[in-house]
């Protein structure tokens, strides 16, 4: 638990994967916090003072103290509350770097391409983000073979640093097996993420953390219905 006079308070969104990083990570700390739903359409007076220059969640607000984007607040936790929980990031500095490194890499390529996928307005730029997530999985596929040394998680025996990276992505995995019939890992492309997915998923602390996926779908179908209605209306 956070230490006598911690007060932690996080600004988040529920479907967000960036802020899922975050009570991810204080869920396997084991971290009591206040939790605040923004809606980013309305966004609070407290979100836009304590993140003025990208108005985004998730912010941590530690004793009145604003850390803003998800890595950097997922590694803050880690080192402001080192005997709490799991150790997230390695003590070790080139395996710390190696984390960090491919955590960017899930941001940049995994994640972006991934979304444009879904989101590309036309089938064209469908195909060839799809092609992109494809290659990033693969990458991942083999960072984790390297990271993880043989055993169950990124961060060996015990989940670390890039398993609370990857993870916030595992409900909307589910969530996009149910909405495209496909799923982001699969037994044949990428097997040792395939089984990493429904081995993080099972962990007490990440059931904690993580929404549900059916609901994830419908919020997905909800925002497609409308974004394709805002697009006839210009039309």
């Excluded at 396997?28 to 939790?35: A, D, I, N, P, R």
């Excluded at 809606?39 to 103290?65: A, F, Q, T």
């Excluded at 019939?181 to 429904?198: H, K």
Aim: some cysteine; aromatic content about 10%.
């Amino acid at each position: 638990m956070a230490g006598a006079g911690d007060e932690l308070k996080l600004l988040g969104m529920w479907t967000s994967p960036f802020a899922l990083r975050v009570k991810l990570a204080l869920s396997f700390k084991g971290l009591s916090y206040e939790y605040a739903e923004e809606d980013l359409s309305n966004k609070s007076e407290l979100l836009l003072s304590s993140n003025p220059v990208h108005k985004k969640v998730p912010v941590l607000i530690h004793n009145g103290k604003p850390i803003c984007e998800s890595q950097v607040i997922v590694q803050y936790i880690d080192e402001a509350f080192p005997g709490a929980g799991v150790p997230l990031l390695p003590s070790d500095p080139y395996e710390r770097a190696v984390a960090r490194f491919w955590a960017a890499y899930i941001d940049d390529k995994l994640l972006k391409s991934w979304l444009q996928a879904s989101m590309g307005k036309t089938e064209e730029e469908k195909a060839e983000a799809l092609k992109e997530t494809f290659a990033a999985v693969a990458n991942l596929e083999a960072a984790f073979e390297g990271c993880s040394k043989g055993k169950p998680f990124f961060g060996g025996d015990a989940v670390g640093y890039l398993d609370v990276t990857l993870g916030a992505l595992v409900s909307w995995v589910h969530a996009g097996e149910a909405l495209y019939g496909m799923r982001l890992f699969d037994a044949t492309r990428s097997p040792l993420l395939d089984a990493w997915v429904d081995r993080f998923a099972a962990l007490d602390a990440a059931k904690a953390a993580l929404p549900d996926a059916g609901r994830l779908a419908e919020y997905a179908k909800k925002r497609q219905a409308e974004r394709a209605a805002g697009e006839a209306a210009n039309n």
